[in-house]
């Protein structure tokens, strides 16, 4: 890192680790700063950012589904220098169930339709003064049941319709190009097509956030290809 960046980073270690002490986790080994902060001081945390180490512009803020450890709340910063841009990220992790967290839209304003957004697609309630906010909806219609960005919640597109999306060998239609078909797959994380949908008590349907879990840890790892050069004569 620069001698700036390596600035910053420490002004950083310094602010958070005088405030909040052993709570708050800074991360600077790569790509921006990365601060971890506990989810009941998530407005002292931006504060301190904008007012102590000048981090004025405020760019997004989001979510993070972290299956059964909550979710990750995620906002970032940035601070103008001459000639550069310092960018921080800031963090807190809150329960799955009943995920609140209070509103910053006290410190930037513009925090809001980004919280709106969050709140649609992750289910995370934000709160001012204790008291969690009615916010109206954004990008989705409102008899939408649901948020599209929870790894249980499963797209009807993906379960409807043949998945990767491409033609299968055979389906082409094209004279000359038709092979022999074969099996088609389940897209990754989506359960059968007759066990998804609400599930009723007592229903032997799987649970989707199970679904997702499974998923995320059986991933496959492609195979290394050999580079240019090193294949075998």
């Known amino acids: 890192m620069s001698t700036a960046v390596d600035a910053f980073s420490g002004r950083v270690r310094d602010a958070y680790s005088a405030a909040f002490a052993q709570s708050a986790v800074v991360e600077d080994g790569f790509g921006p700063v990365t601060v971890d902060v506990p989810a009941d001081r998530w407005v002292e945390a931006v504060t301190l950012a904008r007012d102590e180490l000048g981090c004025t512009f405020f760019d997004w803020l989001s979510a993070v589904d972290e299956l059964a450890d909550g979710f990750r709340v995620v906002c970032h910063l940035a601070s103008h220098r001459p000639g550069a841009v310092d960018h921080l990220v800031l963090r807190a992790l809150v329960p799955r169930q009943a995920p609140v967290i209070e509103s910053v839209a006290q410190v930037f304003a513009g925090a809001r339709w980004h919280e709106r957004e969050t709140h649609e697609m992750f289910g995370v309630d934000f709160a001012a003064n204790g008291a969690v906010i009615d916010l109206e909806t954004l990008l989705l219609p409102d008899e939408f049941e649901g948020h599209p960005l929870r790894k249980e919640f499963v797209l009807a597109s993906r379960v409807a319709k043949p998945w990767p999306g491409a033609k299968e060998p055979g389906e082409s239609g094209e004279p000359g190009h038709d092979a022999p078909s074969r099996r088609r797959t389940r897209p990754a994380g989506a359960p059968d097509p007759e ?39």
């Open 195 to 233: 066990q998804w949908g609400p599930r009723p008590p007592g229903s032997e349907a799987p649970n989707p956030l199970a679904v997702a879990q499974v998923a995320q840890s059986a991933r496959p790892r492609r195979p290394v290809r050999p580079r240019r050069g090193e294949q075998d004569d």
